[in-house]
């Protein structure tokens, strides 16, 4: 075993509970009624797919195309369906809402277990774990692809942001 690896899995065990501790963190932000902007809900569209390439590049795994496109499709489908039940409100020239945090919490799970399979299994157990992390990632693409096109029809509406 060579330095860089016992180095990797320390990370790896280090990595767990600091990523358990700053969700439960988010979570508790996430809750409360907050202005929602273009930039944050960008953010989170651009971030999960992201850290998904990052990650599976730094494992050196990959999930077959005949198994991601079906997860991120039934992800995005199943994130749009629960973004639905954020209720956006005009406050202001403001979009505010109260988001929901379920997708947080399985991206939270579906990352742990994927690092934990990747300390402790085969490089097919980690890629069934990566697929697990692909289905969070589509489901945080479409609840905050939702919102966004549900808050730019809400400014676009309101008297006070619409154009003449």
């Given at each position: 075993?060579?330095?860089?690896?016992?180095?990797?899995?320390?990370?790896?065990?280090?990595?767990?509970?600091?990523?358990?501790?700053?969700?439960?963190?988010?979570?508790?932000?996430?809750?409360?009624?907050?202005?929602?902007?273009?930039?944050?809900?960008?953010?989170?569209?651009?971030?999960?797919?992201?850290?998904?390439?990052?990650?599976?590049?730094?494992?050196?795994?990959?999930?077959?195309v005949?198994?991601?496109?079906?997860?991120?499709?039934?992800?995005?489908?199943?994130?749009?369906i629960?973004?639905?039940?954020?209720?956006?409100?005009?406050?202001?020239?403001?979009?505010?809402?109260?988001?929901?945090?379920?997708?947080?919490?399985?991206?939270?799970?579906?990352?742990?277990?994927?690092?934990?399979?990747?300390?402790?299994?085969?490089?097919?157990?980690?890629?069934?774990?990566?697929?697990?992390?692909?289905?969070?990632?589509?489901?945080?693409?479409?609840?905050?692809?939702?919102?966004?096109?549900?808050?730019?029809?809400?400014?676009?509406?309101?008297?006070?942001?619409?154009?003449?």
């Open positions: 075993m060579t330095v860089l690896t016992v180095l990797y899995k320390i990370v790896g065990f280090v990595s767990v509970p600091l990523l358990i501790i700053s969700t439960l963190m988010m979570v508790r932000s996430i809750r409360r009624s907050q202005k929602i902007t273009s930039g944050s809900l960008l953010f989170g569209l651009a971030f999960s797919p992201g850290f998904l390439i990052l990650y599976s590049l730094l494992l050196g795994v990959q999930v077959a005949k198994w991601a496109v079906p997860l991120t499709m039934l992800g995005v489908g199943l994130g749009s629960w973004a639905q039940s954020t209720n956006l409100t005009l406050r202001g020239g403001n979009v505010y809402g109260s988001r929901s945090v379920w997708y947080l919490m399985l991206w939270c799970a579906s990352y742990v277990v994927t690092e934990l399979l990747a300390l402790f299994s085969t490089d097919g157990a980690v890629a069934g774990g990566l697929a697990t992390m692909i289905f969070s990632a589509g489901s945080a693409i479409g609840m905050n692809g939702n919102l966004l096109l549900r808050r730019s029809w809400l400014l676009a509406a309101s008297p006070r942001t619409a154009a003449p």
